[in-house]
Nanobody, 125 residues
Framework: QVQLAESGGGSVQAGGSLRLSCAAS????????LGWFRQAPGKEREGVGS???????TYADSVKGRFTITRDNSKRTLYLQMNSLKVEDTAVYYC???????????????????RGQGTQVTVSS
């Protein structure tokens, strides 16, 4: 079982940058698919991207080229570097861990029950 806690959210102007962190505790962290998803008021959850145990990443089209996901297994921490932020990136961001496929990212991470409490990101024009 893995416990997750996000940090690093805040308010930024459009075009700015933020880095979110997700600290993990529990067993088997390095063998999980990790990822980020977000939810804005009145909108569906949206997968942002994921990283498998080998470091292979995938991203939603809406953030590709602007966001970067990395993981540091030695620190048990997942990161989301967000550059060129847009107003439409405003949402609560959650990290998630999915161990069902042994470290491969076989489904959207928001389908996993292991997730943090979320951190607010607000981008203003």
């Amino acid at each position: 079982q893995v416990q997750l806690a996000e940090s690093g959210g805040g308010s930024v102007q459009a075009g700015g940058s933020l880095r979110l962190s997700c600290a993990a505790s529990g067993y088997g962290y390095s063998n999980y698919c990790l990822g980020w998803f977000r939810q804005a008021p009145g909108k569906e959850r949206e997968g942002v991207g994921s990283i498998d145990k080998h470091g292979t990443t995938t991203y939603a089209d809406s953030v590709k080229g602007r966001f970067t996901i990395t993981r540091d297994n030695s620190k048990r921490t997942l990161y989301l570097q967000m550059n060129s932020l847009k107003v439409e990136d405003t949402a609560v961001y959650y990290c998630a861990a999915d161990g069902i496929y042994g470290g491969r990212c076989g489904r959207p991470v928001f389908q996993s029950s292991y997730r943090g409490q979320g951190t607010q990101v607000t981008v203003s024009s």
